[in-house]
């Protein structure tokens, strides 16, 4: 029903920025929150950051004052702008849409990789 676009993704030195998008086509407007995830090897998928459709946010505490969660509702965009990024955050970043309500539906991006050397 909703197929989610990402990128932006890319190699940063520490420090650095980068801003991921995500597109969300299909039937979008079934879809009220919108997140980022991410995942490095051997670890769990964890929560990035969410917004909801009408504005409010969370972060994970690692990267609050770093990364800014933002969304274009006319265009069923999502954004996530990476600021000082740290080796730490190299990670796989998947894009997640949700309906939190019923009909419950949840789905996910193909993921971009950012990779920070450190």
């Known amino acids: 029903q909703v197929q989610l676009v990402e990128s932006g993704g890319g190699l940063v030195q520490p420090g650095g920025s980068l801003r991921l998008s995500c597109a969300a086509s299909?039937?979008?407007?079934?879809?009220?929150?919108m997140g980022w995830y991410r995942q490095a090897p051997g670890k769990v998928r964890q929560l990035v950051a969410d917004?909801?459709?009408?504005?409010?946010?969370n972060y994970a505490d690692s990267v609050k004052g770093r990364f800014t969660i933002s969304r274009d509702n006319a265009k069923n965009t999502v954004f996530l702008q990476m600021n000082s990024l740290k080796p730490e955050d190299t990670a796989v970043y998947y894009c997640?849409?949700?309906?939190?309500?019923?009909?419950?539906?949840?789905?996910w991006g193909q993921g971009t990789q950012v990779t920070v050397p450190s």
């Open positions: 299909g039937s979008p407007f079934s879809i009220d929150v």
């Open positions: 997640n849409a949700r309906r939190s309500r019923f009909p419950f539906s949840d789905y």
């Open positions: 917004i909801g459709s009408g504005g409010n946010t």
